[in-house]
């Protein structure tokens, strides 16, 4: 099963507007990604943030984790139409060597 | 660089085939990763190796297996194909056993069984 949830699980915005996802999850973690999948392609990694690590910026993205919520939040600042795709965060568990666990994902859609 | 790279890209299977997809990481790359991706169960994790040693498996019937050879190239191998195994199965790559890294992904083996 998975241990992520996202929320929400669909989102519309118009471009040029803030996006936010949401993720909680279960277990104590080393790390958490956030990775964008086009048209059931294959997944490209955006960010990892450490669990000694609050907040990390890249680009357009801000990602903040909060482990004693378990939760980590992906903004996407200035959303463009190519943004257009799903969005998944992703776990990697204390003693799971190599295993992430993904979230359901949330769709995101940015209209011109 | 070259990316990860899964062949083949598409795959029509019959129930009861078997069937065998290969995935060549980056270069340098010593982790290999697969995943299952399907509408109703997302993704879906199956295994990781780690310079040829399996390290960790996820809850999948032995009718799925894989392997890593010297050069870090993986392939897996489902045999005895059900419907279900219908999915998009994506390959993931990562320099080391350090999991400071995030993981390149593949563009996937679409497999339809018939």
């Known amino acids: 099963s998975q241990q992520g949830e996202e929320d929400p699980q669909a989102l519309s915005i118009q471009e040029g507007e803030n996006a936010t996802m949401n993720c909680s999850y279960k277990?104590?973690?080393?790390?958490l990604q956030w990775y964008r999948q086009n048209s059931g392609r294959g997944l490209v990694h955006l960010i990892l943030i450490r669990s000694n690590e609050r907040e990390k910026h890249s680009g357009r993205l801000r990602v903040t984790l909060d482990t004693s919520k378990k939760s980590s939040s992906l903004l996407i600042t200035a959303s463009r139409a190519a943004d257009t795709a799903s969005y998944f965060c992703?776990?990697?568990?204390?003693?799971?060597?190599?295993?992430?666990?993904f979230g359901q994902g949330t769709e995101l859609s940015v209209k011109p | 660089k070259a990316g990860v790279t899964q062949t083949p890209r598409y795959l029509i299977k019959t129930r009861g085939q078997q069937v065998t997809l290969s995935c060549s990481p980056i270069?340098?790359?010593?982790?290999v990763s697969w995943y299952q991706q399907t509408p109703g169960q997302g993704l879906q994790f199956l295994f990781e190796?780690?310079?040829?040693?399996?390290?960790n498996k996820g809850n999948f019937p032995g009718r799925f297996s894989g392997r890593q050879f010297s050069n870090s190239r993986s392939e897996m191998n489902v045999s005895t194909l059900e419907l279900g195994d219908s999915a998009l199965y994506l390959c993931?790559?990562?320099?080391?056993?350090?999991?400071?890294?995030?993981?390149?992904f593949g563009s996937g083996t679409r497999l339809t069984v018939v």
């Open positions: 270069s340098g790359h010593r982790s």
């Open positions: 277990t104590s973690i080393n790390n």
């Open positions: 190796y780690f310079s040829e040693t399996q390290r």
């Open positions: 993931a790559s990562s320099p080391a056993s350090d999991r400071g890294y995030g993981y390149t």
């Open positions: 992703a776990t990697d568990a204390e003693n799971q060597g190599g295993k992430l666990i």
